[in-house]
């Protein structure tokens, strides 16, 4: 029997997860067969995946009329479904995060993007989602914002595991891993184990070379168009290496801690010009994650190519970031536009989802 292709990508020591989630998927069977035949190991949640989910299906209508009629709020109707679901799920992946002692296996519901400016609230409500949860293989993602650093370092002190979304630069990325480390530090210095805490930094794909690829043309560099997002996350490996091969986290790991892998999310392909497993074949790598549309995973499956490519062709992406430089393209002003747009659409999409939880609350209170 042929190995699945999608399968197939764990040879090399990477983790495939589903960047989708809705009720359907566990209700029809789906992410159990994901699960068995493509060896689907984690999940993925935003705002966005869950206002299609509720707009989309009749599937949350119950739940919905049932929180409202205990007069909750529509943001606590939103994640007194989403726990729901988010428990459930985790229940499927138990047998994947047992197998792998604990090192995958993770699902990831996301603090409201309306505290991706906020610390004291973003620390406030990735523990309360983190106690309401009570699965050890839950992730609360917190948006990797110059806010969201210091509550990233406190929630890994408090021994929450912790998905930071929404990077799109090497600098913040860098931040990113600090806070990471430091948080780690602090709990020892407090004589608290660190051996069950997990990580990952999600660093986002498809969404660059969206944003720089009519710059690349502008300024004459169209023969680099589509190479800059894979550039970064191979420079981004580079520096994951860097640290978690570090004297100071070896420290750490022989107490028990584990390297905050690198998640590539934004990985469906949104230019049509370009291969649709474009984000999946180049970036193949050991200790890293891959989160996939399930078009992708289906894309994949049909023809994709698994091999180790994560590290291959760093000197080509050190002079593609170097072109960009040498034209006067500030890569740190445009993670940060991307930041900022990223945010911009998941307050975007949780307006519409607290919208859509409204109308349902009317239709099923009358």
């Not at 119950?62 to 729901?84: H, T, V, W």
């Not at 970031?321 to 040498?326: R, S, Y």
Request: glycine share 6%.
């Amino acid at each position: 029997m042929q190995l699945n292709k999608v399968k197939g990508i764990k040879r090399f020591g990477q983790s495939i997860w589903l960047d989708f989630f809705d009720r359907k998927i566990m209700n029809n069977g789906e992410l159990q067969r994901l699960i068995d035949e493509d060896g689907l190991s984690g999940i993925t949640s935003n705002p966005s995946i869950f206002e299609k989910a509720v707009s989309s299906s009749a599937d949350y209508d119950e739940d919905i009329r049932k929180l409202a009629s205990e007069q909750k709020s529509n943001e606590e109707i939103f994640f007194g479904f989403a726990l729901k679901d988010i428990k459930r799920a985790a229940d499927m992946l138990k047998p994947v995060f047992e197998a792998s002692k604990g090192d995958d296996g993770f699902v990831s519901l996301e603090v409201s993007p309306h505290l991706a400016n906020d610390t004291n609230g973003t620390i406030t409500q990735a523990a309360e989602l983190w106690k309401a949860a009570d699965r050890q293989n839950v992730m609360i993602k917190i948006p990797g914002t110059k806010e969201g650093l210091p509550a990233i370092c406190k929630c890994i002190s408090e021994g929450i595991n912790i998905n930071i979304t929404l990077l799109f630069g090497l600098h913040r990325y860098q931040e990113v891993i600090e806070a990471y480390i430091a948080g780690l530090e602090i709990r020892v210095k407090d004589n608290q184990p660190i051996d069950h805490i997990t990580s990952v930094a999600s660093f986002f794909l498809s969404r660059v070379d969206v944003l720089i690829d009519p710059v690349l043309e502008e300024k004459g560099l169209g023969h680099v168009r589509g190479e800059v997002a894979i550039a970064l996350a191979k420079k981004a490996y580079q520096l994951y290496k860097e640290a978690f091969e570090s004297e100071r986290f070896k420290t750490l790991e022989k107490k028990g801690a584990k390297p905050q892998k690198l998640l590539w999310a934004s990985t469906g392909t949104k230019n049509p010009a370009y291969s649709d497993v474009k984000y999946v074949e180049a970036l193949i790598g050991r200790n890293t994650i891959n989160t996939l549309p399930l078009e992708t995973i289906n894309a994949f499956r049909d023809h994709g190519h698994a091999k180790n490519s994560l590290e291959e062709n760093l000197n080509n992406a050190t002079a593609v970031l170097q072109q960009l430089k040498d034209n006067g393209i500030n890569m740190e002003e445009v993670s940060q536009r991307l930041e900022e747009e990223g945010i911009g659409k998941f307050n975007t999409a949780y307006a519409s989802l607290l919208k859509a939880i409204d109308n349902k609350k009317e239709k099923t209170l009358v």
